[in-house]
C-alpha cells in the first residue's frame, strides 16, 4: 500500500470558492486512495460544502482559516493584516511538515509573499520564479518567468533555465528539454544588455538552444523559454485570449458563409476538440520553482477538473523529488 501524501487546500481560493475547490478535493479523493486532504478556510463554511456536495471528510482534515485574501489584496498587506488566512496557514502547514504540498487558485502576488516568507528560498537559490505552461503545436511547454520577476539579471536566467529544464523534464515528460531565451532576433549581439549577458551566461547549458523569437513560441522550438515577469506575464494573457477569439472569429465566418446548422456544430465541435490540448485545465496549476517547500497556484477561474489536476500535480511534485532535483542541478 502507498504510503499517505498530504496536500493542503485553499478551500476559498480563486473566483467560485468554496464549490469548486471542495468539488477538486472530492475529485482527487476518489482518484487516489492514499492522498489525506488539508482543508483551508472558514470551518462552518467547509463543513456546510462538505454535506451540500456529499463529501466524506474521513480523509480529511480541517483547519480553520477564519480570515480570507482576496484577489484585490495587496500582497504585501496580506500576511500581515490576515496571518489567520488559509494562505498563510497552508504554506505554515508545509513548513512544519504536516502536509508536504500546498495549493491554491486564490491571489497569486499573496501566495507567493506568503511562500517567500513562510518556506523561504531553497538554498543557493537567488530569486523563486513562477511559471506556465504554454501552448505549442506540440503540446504544452514552459514559459518562465510569468511574473513574479519583471526585471531580472543574468545569473537569474541562467538558475531559471536549470529549474525549468528539471520541470520539464520530470513534471511534464519532456525528453532532453531544450532551453531558449525570448529576444528579439536569434543572433546572439540582439536585445538589450541584459539580454546579451543572459544569452552569454546560458551558453554553458548543453541544453541551451539560443534565442527565441516570438513567432517561435506557439512551434514550440524550444521547451522552456526564458524571459523577464514582464514579457512572460504579457504573453500569459495574450495566450489566455486566443481560444475565445479565434471562437468568435471562426462563427462569424460561420455566418458569413451561410453555413447550415449541422455544418457550423461540425466545425465547432472539431475547433472544441482541436483546442483540447491547448486547456489549462489538463495542467490545473504551477509550482513556486525556487521555494523550500511545494506551493502551488492556479488560475482564479478554477474549475473542479483544473483543482483536481493542481492537487495531483503538486503529488506529483512531490513524488518526484521536485525540490531535491533542483537542488542538485544548481550544485
Known sequence: MATSLHVAVDVVGGDHFPENPMAGAK??????????????????????EAQSQGLDLSRCVIHDAPEIVGMEDAPSAALKTKPHSSIALGNGLVKKGHAQAFVSAGNTGALLAASMFILGKLEGVARPTIGTVYPTIKGFRLLLDAGANLELRAEHYLQFAKMGRIYAEHLMGIEHPKVGLLNVGEEAEKGTEMLIEAYNALQGLSEFT????????????????????????????????????LSLLLGKTMKEKNLEPAQQALVAEVFKEAMQPFN??????????????????GHGGSTPKAIFNMISNAMHCVEVELNQRILTSLN
Not at 29 to 45: K, N
Not at 220 to 226: E, H, I, P
Not at 229 to 245: A, C, M, T, W
Open 210 to 245: 539560443g534565442n527565441i523569437e516570438g513567432r517561435d513560441i506557439l512551434t514550440g522550438k524550444a521547451d522552456v523559454f526564458l524571459c523577464n515577469g514582464l514579457v512572460g506575464n504579457l504573453l500569459l494573457k495574450f495566450g489566455e485570449s486566443i481560444p475565445d477569439v
Open 27 to 48: 475529485l482527487a479523493l476518489a482518484a487516489h486512495s492514499h492522498l489525506i486532504l488539508h482543508l483551508l478556510g472558514p470551518e462552518s463554511l467547509i463543513r456546510e
Open 280 to 297: 489549462y485545465e489538463n495542467v490545473g496549476g504551477m509550482p513556486f520553482l525556487g521555494v523550500d517547500g511545494i506551493s502551488m497556484v
